[in-house]
């Protein structure tokens, strides 16, 4: 199976610009605070990142762009057997984890359209 990222950036959900931040593109896959997660199966995740990517090599995109994955906090949390291609920023940002396993993971870019 198949999962593909919205690359239409103009109409992208975001958080707005604050005085004290950017404001940012909210990720594809958002979770704070979960524990016993398993992400598991023969599927490719991919975030089209081409058009994120060129914007933001010359300096002309106006939030902080989206991660595929991004879990802060989690306990006990799996990756396995799945493809994680062409992230708009990181494929799998994960922060503050514990018991974290990442297992067969593909995590690849396709340089030839950047």
């Not at 919205?6 to 992208?12: A, G, L, N, Q």
């Not at 939030?63 to 990756?79: D, S």
Request: net charge negative; proline share 4%.
């Amino acid at each position: 199976s198949l999962i593909y990222l919205c690359d239409d950036i103009e109409s992208y959900p975001h958080s707005p610009n604050t005085s004290n931040s950017k404001g940012k593109y909210f990720n594809m896959f958002q979770f704070n605070n979960i524990t016993n997660m398993n992400f598991k199966g023969h599927g490719r995740i991919d975030g089209q990142g081409y058009k994120w990517w060129s914007l933001f090599l010359v300096n002309d995109i106006v939030y902080k762009r989206p991660h595929v994955f991004e879990i802060l906090f989690g306990i006990n949390i799996t990756f396995k057997h799945i493809e994680l291609s062409n992230s708009p920023n990181f494929h799998l940002h994960a922060l503050y984890e514990h018991d974290l396993l990442v297992e067969n993971v593909t995590v690849w870019a396709n340089t030839t359209l950047q």
